[in-house]
């Protein structure tokens, strides 16, 4: 809570707005953009200025008879900030209020694949009639402001107050941990940036989302053969694909010790053999391709699985897991019309942004941390 001491009849009320710090831009910034409210009873026609300990004066400005708002830029978790006003016809103080802001950082992260990225589920989609491209936050990754990540960002972002908010948003789509999450054959991995920002702010991050373990058990390559009923060695590798995921799992974790972050939430990955009424099957051209028993076997053997690894690293590692994706599935269709949106069929086996909503969610319910809400 802010401690504000004020003489009759000034109420100063501190705003703290959010500081965004996407994948583009790497450098952590403590900068704060903050609006003060000076609430002022009516009846009172004043001028007032905005002092403080560690700033010249700021601006001068006439009372409106309901709020005064000056925004401005800060660089200390620590701030005083004094208003003095004095009536029209005198140069007389007649009153004055003193606040001290502490304000408080907490820094989110997301990092893993395209289930994080939001792949299927562009900012803009894409025009098909006139050959518009859809549009993302990152072209390269299919990043998108439509993620189950990115949702739970803006509901903490839109539920809370006085606390600013940073936010690192670098999943891509086919990342793995070899490839683009902890080790990177171009430029830095994923990590190599968390843990800049972690040296950087001499902490590591409030709160980590992350999605892992898809691609190193090699997804993209299992439906590839499922759809093209190439499954004689596919399903005697998948023990070989597991034991590699698993090591995959144990490596990221021994980084993430390294910085120590709050909380670390991994969600299970979805359930996109069912359709909307709860039954094994395909709902788009790209699934209808793919036989119903090698489905119910993909199910069986890699979807359950994969979440069952995820438990159990969660488990071993203190992350907190949100086992209830694979159930949210049960009753809907997952996979979605990716011509349509986004050109082509990359995002065909991924959720519609509907669920991505439902995961933030189910999330949001999970998280450890406490905020200033909003009221």
């Given at each position: 809570?802010l401690?504000?001491?004020?003489?009759?009849?000034?109420?100063?009320h501190?705003?703290?707005?959010s500081?965004?710090?996407?994948?583009?831009?790497?450098?952590?910034?403590?900068i704060?953009?903050m609006k003060f409210?000076?609430k002022?009873?009516?009846f009172f026609?004043i001028?007032c200025?905005f002092?403080?300990?560690t700033?010249?004066?700021?601006k001068?400005?006439?009372?409106d008879?309901s709020f005064?708002?000056?925004?401005f830029?800060?660089?200390?978790?620590r701030?005083?900030?004094t208003l003095?006003?004095?009536?029209?016809?005198s140069?007389?103080?007649i009153?004055?209020?003193?606040?001290v802001?502490?304000?408080?950082?907490?820094?989110?992260?997301?990092?893993g694949d395209?289930?994080a990225?939001?792949?299927?589920?562009?900012?803009?989609?894409a025009?098909l009639?006139n050959m518009?491209?859809a549009?993302?936050?990152?072209?390269q990754c299919?990043?998108?402001?439509?993620s189950?990540?990115f949702?739970?960002f803006?509901?903490?972002?839109?539920?809370?107050?006085?606390?600013?908010i940073?936010?690192t948003?670098?999943p891509?789509t086919?990342a793995s941990?070899?490839?683009?999450?902890?080790?990177?054959?171009?430029?830095?991995?994923?990590m190599?940036t968390v843990?800049?920002?972690?040296k950087?702010?001499g902490?590591?991050p409030d709160?980590?989302?992350?999605?892992?373990?898809?691609?190193?058990?090699g997804?993209?390559?299992?439906?590839?053969?499922?759809?093209?009923g190439k499954t004689?060695?596919l399903f005697e590798?998948?023990?070989?694909r597991f034991?590699?995921?698993?090591?995959?799992?144990?490596?990221?974790?021994?980084t993430l010790?390294?910085?120590?972050p709050?909380q670390?939430v991994i969600?299970?990955y979805?359930d996109?053999?069912?359709?909307?009424?709860?039954?094994?099957?395909?709902?788009?051209?790209?699934m209808r391709?793919?036989r119903?028993e090698?489905?119910?076997?993909a199910e069986k053997?890699i979807?359950?699985?994969?979440?069952?690894?995820?438990?159990?690293?969660?488990?071993?590692y203190?992350?907190?897991?949100?086992d209830?994706?694979?159930?949210l599935f049960r009753?809907?269709?997952?996979?979605r019309?990716s011509?349509?949106?986004?050109?082509?069929?990359f995002?065909?086996?991924h959720?519609?942004e509907e669920?991505?909503q439902?995961?933030a969610?189910?999330?949001?319910?999970?998280l450890?941390?406490?905020f200033?809400?909003n009221?």
């Amino acid at each position: 809570m802010l401690s504000c001491h004020i003489t009759f009849p000034l109420h100063l009320h501190i705003y703290t707005l959010s500081f965004k710090l996407y994948a583009h831009d790497f450098v952590f910034k403590p900068i704060y953009r903050m609006k003060f409210r000076a609430k002022l009873r009516k009846f009172f026609n004043i001028h007032c200025v905005f002092l403080s300990t560690t700033e010249n004066l700021l601006k001068q400005q006439e009372n409106d008879h309901s709020f005064i708002i000056i925004p401005f830029v800060c660089t200390t978790t620590r701030y005083v900030v004094t208003l003095k006003g004095w009536a029209n016809t005198s140069n007389k103080i007649i009153m004055n209020g003193r606040t001290v802001i502490s304000v408080r950082d907490y820094w989110i992260a997301s990092i893993g694949d395209s289930f994080a990225s939001g792949e299927g589920n562009p900012d803009i989609p894409a025009g098909l009639m006139n050959m518009v491209p859809a549009k993302w936050i990152s072209d390269q990754c299919h990043r998108s402001s439509r993620s189950w990540a990115f949702k739970v960002f803006e509901k903490i972002l839109n539920e809370t107050h006085d606390d600013a908010i940073h936010f690192t948003y670098i999943p891509c789509t086919g990342a793995s941990v070899d490839n683009g999450i902890l080790i990177s054959a171009k430029g830095d991995s994923q990590m190599d940036t968390v843990l800049r920002i972690s040296k950087l702010r001499g902490s590591g991050p409030d709160l980590l989302l992350m999605s892992v373990g898809g691609n190193d058990i090699g997804y993209s390559e299992i439906l590839s053969s499922l759809i093209w009923g190439k499954t004689t060695t596919l399903f005697e590798t998948i023990d070989m694909r597991f034991f590699y995921a698993s090591y995959q799992f144990d490596r990221l974790a021994l980084t993430l010790k390294k910085i120590k972050p709050s909380q670390i939430v991994i969600p299970h990955y979805f359930d996109l053999t069912r359709n909307e009424r709860g039954i094994i099957d395909a709902d788009c051209a790209e699934m209808r391709q793919i036989r119903t028993e090698n489905l119910i076997l993909a199910e069986k053997k890699i979807l359950q699985r994969i979440n069952k690894l995820i438990s159990k690293k969660a488990q071993l590692y203190c992350w907190t897991v949100v086992d209830e994706v694979a159930e949210l599935f049960r009753s809907r269709g997952s996979v979605r019309d990716s011509l349509r949106l986004q050109g082509n069929s990359f995002g065909a086996f991924h959720p519609i942004e509907e669920a991505h909503q439902s995961i933030a969610d189910l999330i949001w319910n999970k998280l450890k941390f406490q905020f200033h809400y909003n009221h």
